[in-house]
């Protein structure tokens, strides 16, 4: 116990003097002592029953800021802002005091932190309300985006002394929002790290399993880049270029995710690492610096064309620049060769903030315009929830390409961008009027998907108008807003006028138009909404003559029944409705304490009782996934907002659940029947069936087994295993 207080005050002066150091850039030694002194007068305000839980947060902090410092490259300003975040939301220091003490950028900063704290402290940043909100912050400082993005990193490293469903809750925010959103800001560590810890919390066995591959692979990785460099080494001495080559392998979700779609072997990945060649030049010089590296590298070994990339001649949005190309090394392996100068690979790394020198709160940079998208889509009144959702996932994931105006302007759009994209892109006016394109000197339809390259021309029309199809046949979220935008108008218009029209043929009629008759009819014809029910009379679809006919019938039939009933006494009426439905006790507690929910066990990867799972809101109900199903990233990373906490209730599982078991060993005389006779005489375990295939003195196959929880499973799995001439016993998703 003593030890791990001396080794945490250790490590807390390690910080403090690195935060110390830092902050001494910007400010005197004056201002540093009243940070201190706020800090410290801070804590001292609270009672010993608080004051350690205090301590904790802002030791959190510290750690915060040393990422913000360290692994995103923010400046003094927004470092001070985490600093200070406890002691101002908490109101022991104001808004305006840091204001005037420390500046504006801090205490704008400041402001935008209070606001995700008060709502981020309640619930999971995923769930949907507070991911708008979230997302909405961006609209005033993309600082506190990145504080947000190191606070969530702080926490999933410290998440190992979690619960599970903690854990869960933090791997699910950072695959659906902090790694997208650290990509997309270009912090590709940051990103990397985040996924790995995903991964590591959410399947920690295929975790285990890529991690000890690669460090049973690390010797000959290092042999191969060492005999793949020296050559090179030899021939880039002679040009006089300052330059450093380094090797880097793969992070272990991206090697997680080659195994998934590609279905391979671990062995058969030949591109576990990437060569860099980083350049020490001046800026004017970078870019014919990269290339004549380039021109070296492909003159040594055969290059494959179709791999080169080229980010040197157009960055992308988030800052990156780079060359890269893939070439064939020895042993016919292809290998990865990315060449940058050492502006770029700080920015590669640490994203934009690298080199970023803010001026206020407004700062031009290559995200401006993203930046604008987005706000124009979040912002949106016009928008509901769940599509804003939704198109913000289109921009955190796009892969960009660039087409050019007929004067030569470029333009970057999203991949698959149609020409329709094209044209909301340069101004709203000219999409909603845009009725085809030239790409290129050929004349296209707007649904047309453009390339990298294209040259873009739009042909409009004075009376085209958006049309409910343009939806499906654009990708670009401000496209899709301003198209949803215009059609709500002239639907709006369209109610209306039928409104109107309703009104007016019912006078002619000489009826009287009584409001909650016409809301039973509307619920009788099975309309949502009383806007959508007048669409239909607007667009034709329902006759107002039709309509009105069918309101009479049910004014009659209200009155028939009102004359029914009007002598029976209400002692001898009586209503039958449904007894209630029994639900048999529950094993499953979804999201906080809910039971008796109806629930579906995935068929991808058949949890059982005792599995670390969580529920997934689908269309066919909620179905309860293992946490580490196959298709779980891709679950948290486009669905985030529909994952369900769940566990389960009680101690051991009452139902029985089926499993497959995969099997592979020698084939020896007896081994599938002492196989059998041990699940034969497993207490509480049934065959449900067997499969097995021989092949060269090997056999493989799958054995069903039903039984109740997890326990039982590794008891059987253990047993099996020791089952003379058995290699391995795996447990099939």
Same mark, same amino acid.
């Given at each position: ?42 804590? $001292? ?66 402001? *935008? ?92 066995? &295929? ?61 058969? !990945? ?7 060649? !980083? $350049? ?8 014919? %610096? ?47 060769? %990315? ?26 940079? &290559? ?10 889509? !979040? ?114 218009? %369209? ?56 309101? $009479? ?40 304490? $809910? ?57 051991? *599982? ?55 929880? &997890? ?23």
């Amino acid at each position: 116990m003593h030890d791990d207080i001396k080794i945490r005050k250790e490590e807390f002066l390690l910080h403090y003097k690195k935060i110390y150091s830092f902050l001494r850039e910007k400010w005197d030694i004056k201002t540093l002592f009243l940070i201190k002194n706020i800090l410290k007068q801070f804590l $001292l305000s609270y009672d010993e029953s608080t004051l350690n839980e205090m301590e904790e947060e802002i030791w959190s902090d510290i750690k915060t800021a040393i990422i913000a410092v360290e692994e995103v490259s923010l400046k003094q300003s927004a470092v001070l802002a985490i600093l200070l975040l406890h002691p101002v939301s908490n109101g022991f220091y104001t808004l305006d005091k840091c204001n005037n003490t420390f500046g504006e950028e801090t205490a704008i900063i400041l402001r *935008g932190l209070i606001k995700i704290r008060e709502f981020s402290d309640k619930k999971s940043a995923v769930e949907s309300e507070n991911y708008i909100k979230l997302l909405l912050s961006i609209a005033e400082d993309i600082r506190v985006v990145f504080i947000m993005i190191a606070q969530h990193l702080r926490l999933l490293r410290e998440a190992k002394s979690t619960t599970v469903n903690e854990r869960l809750n933090l791997s699910v925010e950072s695959t659906y929002l902090y790694a997208p959103l650290a990509h997309r800001l270009g912090l590709y560590a940051v990103k990397s790290e985040l996924e790995d810890l995903s991964l590591k919390y959410t399947d920690r066995e &295929t975790y285990d399993f890529i991690a000890r591959k690669l460090n049973e692979t690390k010797r000959s990785r290092d042999r191969y880049i060492s005999e793949f460099i020296e050559p090179l080494k030899e021939r880039l001495k002679s040009t006089g270029l300052n330059y450093e080559i380094k090797g880097r392998t793969k992070s272990i979700f991206s090697i997680y995710n080659k195994l998934k779609k590609q279905k391979i072997e671990f062995e058969n !990945i030949y591109d576990l690492f990437a060569i860099r060649v !980083i $350049l020490d030049a001046p800026e004017a010089d970078e870019k014919a %610096q990269c290339w004549q590296v380039y021109s070296i590298i492909t003159d040594m070994y055969q290059p494959n064309p179709k791999r080169l990339k080229d980010w040197l001649s157009i960055p992308k949005s988030n800052g990156y620049e780079s060359l890269h190309i893939t070439v064939m090394g020895a042993g016919s392996r292809w290998v990865e060769v %990315q060449i940058r100068t050492k502006r770029m690979d700080a920015i590669a790394e640490r994203g934009l903030a690298a080199h970023w020198k803010y001026k206020g709160v407004k700062e031009e940079s &290559t995200l401006d315009g993203w930046l604008q998208s987005l706000r124009e889509s !979040i912002d949106s009144k016009e928008t509901n929830l769940s599509q804003k959702l939704n198109d913000f996932k289109l921009d955190l994931y796009e892969e960009e390409i660039f087409v050019f105006t007929p004067k030569g302007d470029l333009f970057k759009l999203p991949k698959n961008a149609t020409v329709l994209d094209f044209a909301f892109s340069i101004h709203s006016k000219l999409g909603s009027t845009c009725i085809s394109g030239r790409v290129n000197g050929k004349n296209v339809p707007i649904k047309h998907r453009l390339k990298s390259g294209d040259q873009v021309e739009i042909n409009t029309s004075s009376h085209q108008t958006p049309k409910q199809d343009w939806l499906n046949s654009v990708v670009t979220s401000k496209a899709r807003t301003k198209i949803r935008q215009l059609l709500k108008e002239e639907a709006s218009k %369209q109610v209306d006028i039928a409104k109107e029209t309703l009104s007016r043929r019912m006078k002619n009629r000489k009826i009287e138009l009584d409001d909650s008759l016409l809301m039973q009819l509307i619920k009788k014809l099975r309309y949502k909404t009383v806007t959508d029910f007048f669409a239909d009379i607007a667009n034709g679809k329902n006759d107002v003559n039709w309509v009105i006919d069918r309101y $009479l019938e049910m004014g009659s039939k209200e009155q028939e029944l009102k004359e029914a009933y009007a002598s029976i006494s209400a002692e001898e009426f009586t209503l039958k409705t449904p007894e209630n439905e029994v639900v048999s006790s529950d094993e499953l507690i979804i999201d906080q304490n $809910l039971t008796g929910v109806d629930y579906k066990l995935a068929k991808c990867c058949n949890p059982i009782y005792g599995d670390d799972i969580f529920g997934f809101v689908s269309t066919q109900g909620i179905k309860i996934h293992r946490a580490s199903c196959p298709n779980a990233h891709d679950l948290f990373s486009r669905f985030g907002y529909r994952i369900l906490r769940a566990r389960w209730s009680g101690t051991i *599982g009452s139902s029985s659940y089926t499993i497959v078991l995969r099997v592979i060993g020698n084939d020896q005389i007896n081994i599938v029947a002492n196989l059998m006779s041990i699940i034969s005489k497993e207490e509480g375990v049934n065959m449900r069936s067997i499969s097995i295939d021989s092949n060269d003195g090997l056999f493989q196959g799958n054995i069903a087994v039903i039984l109740a929880n &997890t326990s039982m499973l590794e008891q059987l799995i253990k047993k099996l295993k020791a089952v003379k001439g058995v290699k391995s016993i795996t447990r099939l998703s």
